[in-house]
């Protein structure tokens, strides 16, 4: 019996629900295929390549492949983030389950990333502020972001396009992005504020200059506790 539902954990349904649909997909960074799985059998989207640098998480992704019978619309492909990726075959970029500077790093090795033909949807597991600088740097505009709970942990979830203007932002830009003031995101945040506050009061006893640091710690408690 051909199985029509693959159930995501609210990480990847966040991410799922950034996806316009339409065209094709690079999933980078698949791991075990559930959210290509998932878009196609929704209807979402026709066909997607599921990548990873690693032929472990392929073979992953190969047993949900055979599972749902997808064959002919899910291609698994070993690549280094997007460098065995051509632009003409896809119209959506998800980049789940890195951290941010890695994604950040992934899309600095590949020219053709800043195309306005593309719409990038990312979930970065850590330093998120990291790619939302890259991103801002690089004339990319950030959508729409989500933050959601999963177990212990907080994720956020943002698609961006690529513009090409460059607009001034600030580092409170990089950590807040244009995340809602959900429970969720206020939590995701504190975590960032405990670890900027201990940074904070070590370059203090240090006497270094730590007005930057005051500053975006400041915007952070306006937007969790304002």
Not at 158 to 184: H, M, N
Request: net charge positive; glycine share 6%.
């Amino acid at each position: 019996m051909l199985i029509r539902r693959v159930t995501l954990s609210p990480r990847l349904a966040a991410t799922a629900s950034l996806v316009v649909g339409g065209g094709n997909i690079v999933d980078v960074g698949t791991d075990h295929a559930y959210l290509p799985a998932h878009l196609i059998l929704s209807k979402k989207i026709p066909f997607a390549i599921a990548s990873d640098v690693r032929q472990s998480p392929l073979d992953n992704a190969r047993d949900t492949v055979i599972k749902y019978k997808l064959q002919n619309k899910v291609e698994l492909r070993l690549s280094d983030g997007l460098k065995e990726i051509k632009p003409e075959e896809v119209s959506e970029i998800v980049f789940a389950g890195m951290g941010g500077t890695l994604i950040a790093e992934k899309l600095k090795e590949c020219s053709w990333v800043k195309s306005k033909k593309h719409h990038f949807i990312f979930q970065p597991q850590s330093k998120a502020e990291d790619l939302r600088e890259y991103l801002y740097s690089n004339g990319f505009y950030i959508n729409k972001e989500l933050a959601v709970s999963e177990g212990e942990r907080y994720y956020i979830t943002f698609d961006a396009y690529y513009t090409a203007e460059i607009k001034p932002f600030t580092q409170s830009d990089c950590f807040i992005g244009k995340l809602p003031k959900t429970v969720e995101a206020k939590a995701h945040l504190k975590m960032q504020l405990n670890r900027l506050e201990k940074k904070y009061n070590a370059l203090k006893q240090r006497e270094e200059n730590v007005k930057e640091l005051e500053i975006l710690i400041n915007d952070l408690k306006g937007f969790i506790y304002g």
